[in-house]
């Protein structure tokens, strides 16, 4: 921690696979204009310390299955693998809740129960089979000129942006939605009124059809400037 609380800020619009830059922009804006000297809570990222057990089980119709799927290399592909196998502490081809945790960067993300909830999305029980593990972290591909996008064009990227604020699932970001992860954002040193407040302006700001709500439409050209593809790429190595 640092001892210098004016250099202190959320500085999620730092890191690589932010999942979390649009609200974040908004929070570090409105809070400096509420009130310069407060500090709020930060959160660092780790690094990638997952584990390495190697596993050769793949085989090669699914690795050209997923490829073709999600545009992952057959390298990436068993390299993501094994990190996979690597969390699946009962060897049982799935991971559950508890596996996803181990994450050293989703543990101390504060918005973990929303990805890892994108994880489990897809699948109808509790556990993540690999191709679903693939199909989520393909939205984190970084987009490449003249190749084919699967699953992480900008509005690949935009809409599961959309869908981690997007709480109930019913297509729209209310208020209270903006709150909930503000919530889960910040600690407790800022006050409800002042959560409220950002939550609210970040509504107008955003609704242009003032129904009080962001649509995806909304929020995508409220991100218009933003630059997502970078913003919601991790490197993978090839
Ligand atoms: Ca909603
Ligand atoms: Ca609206």
Known sequence: MRDDKSTQEITAADTDNELVYWL???LNRYTAETN???SYTSYTQGRNTMGN???LLLRE????????????TPNQIERLYSRFTALDKNDCG?????????IPELAINPLSERIVSAFFAESHDDRVNF????????HFRPIRKN?????????????FAFSMYDLDNDGKISRDELLAILHMMVGVNISEEQLSSIAERTIIEADTNNDQMISFEEFAHALERTDVEQKMSIRFLN
């Not at 119709?61 to 992952?72: H, N, P």
Request: charged share 35%; aromatic share 6%.
């Open 36 to 38: 310069s000297s407060r």
């Open 24 to 26: 974040t922009t908004c």
């Open 94 to 102: 799935t991971l559950s809740r508890e596996d996803f945790l181990r």
């Open 61 to 72: 119709e699914e690795i050209a299955q997923i490829q073709e799927e999600t545009g992952f």
């Open 147 to 159: 190749r084919e996008n699967k699953l992480n064009s900008r509005e690949d990227k935009l809409r």
């Open 131 to 138: 191709l679903q593990f693939m199909r989520v972290l393909a």
């Open 53 to 55: 057990k190697s596993s």
